[in-house]
């Protein structure tokens, strides 16, 4: 959302991605498919979290369907034909504008955004490298027992 305030074109890349890393994190959350193996169906938690899987793989797909169409407005040259995507992140930047005046005394602008939303990814990529290459390999899946 930070990205797509500024317009970066990376933000619809991003926009795109979500939804599959979503889904795909909720049904291989090994620890959860443990639990729910474990209680019968009938019971009211994984009835609940079944439904709640289905209910974000459904919505999902549709996201990623209606993603698809703004896949174009990754070519900087598209934006102009991508102003209803970035209708909703505009909206929240004013929000974000507001709070961060009151709180800080500081002004939020667009630039701002954009180099807090890129931060933010960097800090993602180096966290999911970091699990990926050093503590996987290592420890393998850690699960439960805090």
Not at 31 to 44: G, H, R, V, W, Y
Request: a positive charge.
């Amino acid at each position: 959302m930070l990205l797509l305030t500024d317009q970066r074109a990376l933000g619809f890349l991003t926009l795109a991605l979500a939804p599959i890393l979503m889904v795909a994190s909720v049904w291989f959350w090994v620890d959860l498919n443990e639990e729910l193996a474990d209680l019968p169906s009938t019971k009211a938690l994984p009835l609940t979290v079944r439904i709640w899987r289905w209910a974000l793989s459904a919505l999902s797909v549709l996201s990623l369907t209606l993603t698809f169409q703004a896949l174009p407005c990754f070519k900087v040259s598209a934006l102009k034909d991508c102003q209803a995507w970035i209708e909703a992140p505009k909206g929240l930047h004013l929000v974000y504008e507001r709070v961060f005046a009151y709180l800080f005394g500081g002004q939020w602008t667009e630039p701002v955004a954009a180099f807090m939303g890129y931060l933010a990814l960097l800090a993602y990529a180096v966290g999911i490298l970091q699990w990926l290459l050093i503590k996987l390999p290592k420890q393998g899946r850690v699960a439960g027992g805090f």
